[in-house]
């Protein structure tokens, strides 16, 4: 029997982060993983593709509806090859899969190929083609999570599916049906519409994107339907009906009353819950929550010592790289080391265009905690960068103590953001006051003069450019 200082369950940006850290520490390192590439949800049905996707029809839609008036003319029609859309995003998707095939090499971490399941605390059972059995000292459970439904819903992976299906659909829907305004199902739902689909976003919530600041919700809300989304929020979702090649679902609206939506799709991105099927947590003495995560303390300890959770399958935000975090932070306290997380410092982004992204605290956040702040706010389209490529759509938002000048949370909204929130990170990372980042010189021009313009307006009102 093989035995390992550390064994990691799951492959995905957390568990092979884990490992990687853990081997680059002097660590016996072994990663199991169920399927048959590494890389888990994000690298192979989730952040990675839809980015392919997501980029593949803004050039897209760039060719058809900005070209010309960049004073580039195609000759004839501009077609979807939708085929090649769908093989160009596998081909990203095989090669950063493949990447991870060479960490672990160069690493010398083994890699073992079947479903990890806890004998007991230092035993896991891995059922692939064989079954084995291998000892480790300490195991770190990196399950990632699933697509949730609704439990009157039934995903048919043809015509209501989830996201993993949305990335390979054969065809472009005539009217896609997306159930949930997060993150997955805008993203999802403008790579479809920029594709020529009709869709409608339905919403439970009063607006889309309902955990990030108001003020984001409200200019993504007004981008989507500009670009003809039929947005339908404060709509309650009672059934999904599938007939032949049709989706029926009914809803009803803040009135009560029924609303029927008729569509060739219906998308389910109604968020996501933690995955620990067959892991037989019991066995090793691992608890799980009422919601189904892995309990942990603040050292991200399960109920047996020599075990930790990581990633989607614990309490808070289903992050890639909060699940990274967590990881390198697990392998640090295995040698003896003193991490930290800060999670109010951990960035959101969405990935439609435009971006949207966000760190620290939200308006509401801070009115419901009585902190007295105040506000600096910029428009994207003041920027000379903003208006050479056509991106005039959004805003930087800073929220500052009123008192101490400190950032509290910064939002932004417009071409770039989810690289530009990174500045935002750091200053918040070394406790900057909105007036330290409204000092630093920002290159001209950039997007993210942005942040050091909202930076001004948020100590005495002092914008340049507005």
Known sequence: MNSYD?????????????????????MKTAIIEK???LGGTCLNVGCIPSKALLDSSHHY??????????????????????????????????????????????????????????????????KGEE????????????????????????????????????????????????????????????????????VTVIEYMDRIIPTMDAGLSKELNKVFKKAKFNMEVSHKVKSVERKGDEVIVKADNKKGEEIEFKGDYCLVSVGRRPYTDGLNAEAAGVKL?????????????????????????????????KAEEEGVFVAETLAGQKPHIDYNL??????????????????????????????????????????????????????ADKKTDEILGV?????????????AVVAMEFRASAEDVSRISHAHPTFTEAIKEAALAATGDRALHI
């Open 35 to 37: 399927y048959s590439t």
């Open 131 to 198: 079954t084995i059995e291998i000892e480790a000292k300490n195991t770190i459970i990196a399950t990632g999570s699933k697509p949730s439904s609704l439990p009157f819903i039934t995903i048919d992976k043809e015509r209501i599916i989830t996201s993993t299906e949305a990335l390979k659909l054969k065809e472009i829907p005539k009217h896609l049906i997306v159930i949930g305004g997060g993150v997955i199902g805008l993203e999802l739902g403008q790579v479809y519409r920029r594709l020529g689909a009709e």
């Open 61 to 126: 839609e760039d060719a058809v509806k900005h070209f010309e008036e960049h004073g580039i003319d195609i000759p004839g029609d501009i077609k979807v090859n939708l085929e090649k859309m769908i093989a160009r995003k596998q081909s990203v998707v095989d090669q950063t899969t493949g990447g991870i095939d060479f960490l672990m090499k160069k690493n010398k971490i083994d890699v073992y190929q079947g479903l990890g399941s806890f004998k007991d605390a230092t035993h896991i059972i891995i």
């Open 411 to 423: 939002h932004m909204i417009g071409a770039r953001a989810a690289d530009m929130i990174a500045e």
């Open 346 to 399: 951990i960035p959101g982004v969405v990935y439609t265009w435009p971006e949207v992204a966000a760190v620290g605290k939200t308006e509401e956040q801070l009115q419901e905690a009585k902190i007295e702040y105040k506000v600096g706010s910029f428009p994207m389209r003041a920027l000379g960068r903003s208006r050479a490529s056509m991106d005039l759509d959004g805003f930087v938002k800073i929220l």
């Open 6 to 26: 550390v064994a990691i369950i799951g492959s995905g940006p957390g568990g092979y982060v884990a490992a990687i850290r853990c081997a680059q520490l002097g």
């Open 289 to 321: 929550t009422d919601r189904g995560q892995i309990e942990v303390n603040d050292h991200l300890q399960t109920t047996a010592k020599n075990i930790y959770a990581i990633g989607d399958v614990v309490k808070g935000a289903m992050l890639a790289h």
